[in-house]
């Protein structure tokens, strides 16, 4: 384990710069957002991404220290450079925060966050957690214990 002055030392013989906090006026941030069937960004300029990383929620902005993060079922807001905001649901997938001063988003799936219905999104948490509470198989159980992670994660971002 280094001490903290040993740590610094060897960053300064290496050569490794120290980075501080990002700023939106440093420019924009490249935002890939890339799903297996369909790119929704590629390499368009906005201003910050926040994601739903498995270690606690992240707002990315230009400049951001280069980082790979596991994302969980959240929401991710794209604000862009006129100051709209596009929000997606993501249900899993990884995030990269480049040197370069880009991102991407590699998810398995992603919606438009007005795509969903607030009812149908309360029936299928009630119809999954009917199923683990039943007599259904351990199988089937743990597929609707995924399923209500889910589908709270939705109810949680349509009421952001």
């Known amino acids: ?6 740590r610094t030392t060897l960053r300064a013989a290496a050569g490794v710069a120290r980075r501080g906090y990002a700023d939106v006026a440093d420019g924009a941030l490249k935002l890939s957002l890339v799903l297996p069937h369909q790119a929704i960004f590629s390499t368009q300029g906005v201003t910050q991404v926040n994601i739903p990383a498995v270690s606690g929620d992240m707002g990315i902005l230009a400049n951001h220290v280069p980082t790979v993060e596991a994302l969980r079922p959240g929401l991710v807001e794209v604000i862009e450079s006129a100051g709209s905001s ?9 995030a990269t925060v480049h040197a370069n001063n880009s991102m991407t988003i590699n ?3 992603a919606y ?20 683990i509470g039943s007599n259904a198989t351990e199988q089937d159980k743990a597929e609707a214990r995924i399923e209500v992670e889910v589908f709270e994660s939705i109810q949680s971002a349509l009421s952001k």
């Open 112 to 131: 438009e966050l007005d795509k969903f219905s607030p009812e149908a999104v309360r029936a299928g948490l009630a119809d999954a957690q009917r199923v």
């Open 1 to 6: 384990m280094f001490f903290p002055a040993a």
């Open 107 to 109: 998810a398995v799936e």
């Open 86 to 94: 596009k929000k997606f649901f993501v249900s899993a997938g990884f």
